[in-house]
């Protein structure tokens, strides 16, 4: 998943306003930070994706990112 992959992913899933809020904000355990200092810190974006879907319990069918190709498919 590439940064713009994830970041559509993201407004995809949670909104244009709400999701540069979430990046910027929103701690994740898993990965001992926010979004963006994860992506800042060489996290992979898929990576960062999924955390934020463990976090906010975003069904299996979404998690490859509304509007994103099912890499499974």
Same mark, same amino acid.
Do not use: N
């Given at each position: ?7 559509? $992913?993201?407004? #995809? #899933?949670?909104? %244009?306003?709400?999701?540069? &809020? ?6 994740? %355990? $898993?990965?001992?930070?926010?979004? +963006?200092?994860?992506?800042? $810190?060489? &996290? /992979? ?5 999924? $955390? ?6 975003? /069904? #299996? ?10 890499? +499974?498919?």
């Amino acid at each position: 998943m590439k940064a713009s992959e994830f970041r559509r $992913a993201v407004e #995809e #899933e949670f909104g %244009v306003s709400y999701s540069s &809020v979430l990046i910027r904000d929103h701690w994740l %355990v $898993a990965l001992g930070g926010t979004a +963006q200092e994860a992506l800042e $810190a060489g &996290v /992979p974006a898929k990576t960062v994706w999924l $955390a934020l879907c463990d976090d906010f319990a975003i /069904p #299996e069918d979404r998690r490859h990112g509304r509007g994103l190709i099912d890499p +499974q498919k």
